[in-house]
C-alpha cells in the first residue's frame, strides 16, 4: 500500500524532529546514554565494580539518588536471582525501568472545549525561560485553532511585560497589560473580563519570577490565583510551573515552593540543550509524578515540544536517532 503525501509529510516531520532532539540532547546524551551504552554494551562481569560505575553515570546526569538507588537495587536483586546473563541484559534492564519511571508523566496538556477561556497560570523562576515559552505555547496553540490571549502578570520587570507583547504582536495576539510595578492581580483580573469579553479560548498569565525562597512572592502569586478563581470557580485550571533543566535538584526545590503556594499541575522543562543534567526529568518523575507537559531544547518557536518519554528515552540512548 502507497503512503499518502500526508502521511510521508507527517513521517518526514518526526523524523526531523527526533534528529533534532537528539542533537539538542547531545550534553545529556554523551555523558548518560552513550555512557551506558560504552559500558554495558561490551562484555564486562556483573560485579560490584560495574554497578559503581552504572552509579556514576547515573548521578553525574542528575538522575538523582532515590531513583539511581532504585535501579542499582532492582539490578543486584535480578542478578542475585540469575535473571539477569550479560551486561546488555542490564542495559535492557535500565532502559525498560526509566521508560516505566517516565510514561506515567508524559502527560500533554489537552485545551477542552468549554464555554469560558481555559486559564494558565505560568510560574517559576527569573531565568529559567518563562516569557519565551509562553510566547511559543501560544504560537501552537493558535496554530491549532484556539484564539488566545495573553496577560503581562510580570509587573515587576518592564524587560517581561515587553517581551510579552512583542510575542503578542509576533502571534497576532491581544496582549493584557498595566504600567511596570502595577499590582499583577490585577493584570490577572483586567485579563479575565477581557477574554471572556472576547469569547477567547485560552488565557494565558504571566507571572513574576523572583526567587522561589521570598514569601511576598508566593503571596502574590497566590493572590492572583485568589483573583482568578473569584471569576471563574474552576480556574486556573492549569498551573503550568516553568524549570531550568540545567538548575539540576534544585528544580525539585522550585516545585516543592511553588507548588505549595498553587498547585503546580504541570511542568515544562526549559534549556535542555545546554545542560549535561537533563536525567532530572526522571528525577522529578520518580520523586513528584506531576505531568510533564513540554520541554524546551532549542530557542527556535518549535523547539517547545510535548514530553514524549519515549523519544526522549530514544534520543537519549541513539536508538535510530543521530549517532
Known amino acids: 500500500m502507497t503512503q499518502t503525501n500526508e502521511n510521508i509529510n507527517k513521517d518526514s516531520e518526526k523524523s526531523g524532529w527526533f534528529d533534532r532532539l537528539g542533537n539538542r540532547l547531545s550534553a545529556t546524551r554523551n555523558s548518560f546514554g552513550r555512557g551506558l551504552n560504552r559500558l554495558?554494551?561490551?562484555k564486562h562481569a556483573l560485579d560490584k565494580e560495574l554497578l559503581e560505575e552504572i552509579e556514576d553515570i547515573l548521578l553525574t546526569a542528575d538522575v538523582g539518588i532515590e531513583v539511581t538507588q532504585f535501579l542499582i537495587d532492582s539490578i543486584t536483586e535480578r542478578i542475585s536471582h540469575k535473571q539477569l546473563n550479560d551486561?546488555?541484559?542490564v542495559l535492557a534492564l535500565i532502559k525498560q525501568q526509566l521508560l516505566d519511571i517516565l510514561s506515567p508523566v508524559a502527560i500533554p496538556l489537552i485545551i477542552p472545549k468549554q464555554g469560558a477561556p481555559y486559564v494558565i497560570m505560568v510560574v517559576g523562576v527569573n531565568g529559567v525561560g518563562k516569557t519565551t515559552t509562553i510566547g511559543k505555547l501560544a504560537h501552537q496553540l493558535k496554530q491549532h485553532g484556539h484564539k488566545v490571549m495573553l496577560a503581562a502578570g510580570d509587573t515587576f520587570r518592564a524587560a517581561a511585560v515587553e517581551q510579552l507583547q512583542k510575542?503578542?504582536?509576533r502571534n497576532g495576539l491581544a496582549v493584557i497589560a498595566q504600567p511596570t510595578g502595577s499590582d499583577s492581580a490585577s493584570v490577572a483580573h483586567d485579563a479575565m473580563e477581557a477574554a471572556h469579553a472576547k469569547k477567547c479560548d485560552v488565557l494565558i498569565i504571566d507571572t513574576a519570577g523572583r526567587q522561589h525562597i521570598k514569601t511576598d512572592?508566593?503571596?502574590e502569586?497566590?493572590?492572583i490565583k485568589r483573583v482568578v478563581t473569584k471569576l471563574d470557580r474552576h480556574a486556573p485550571h492549569e498551573v503550568l510551573?516553568?524549570?531550568d533543566a540545567g538548575t539540576g535538584q534544585n528544580a525539585l526545590s522550585q516545585l516543592e515552593n511553588f507548588d505549595k503556594a498553587v498547585g503546580v499541575t504541570g511542568l515544562c522543562l526549559t534549556k535542555l540543550d545546554g545542560t549535561a543534567k537533563g536525567?532530572?526529568?526522571i528525577a522529578i518523575a520518580k520523586k513528584t509524578g506531576v505531568p510533564v507537559r513540554y520541554i524546551g531544547v532549542g530557542e527556535a518557536i518549535d523547539d517547545l515540544r510535548p514530553f514524549n518519554a519515549e523519544e526522549y528515552l530514544q534520543a537519549l540512548f541513539d536508538e535510530n536517532g543521530t549517532k
Open 40 to 42: 554495558l554494551l561490551g
Open 87 to 89: 551486561s546488555r541484559a
Open 167 to 169: 510575542w503578542g504582536e
Open 217 to 219: 512572592l508566593m503571596q
Open 221 to 223: 502569586l497566590e493572590k
Open 241 to 243: 510551573l516553568v524549570l
Open 279 to 281: 536525567g532530572i526529568i
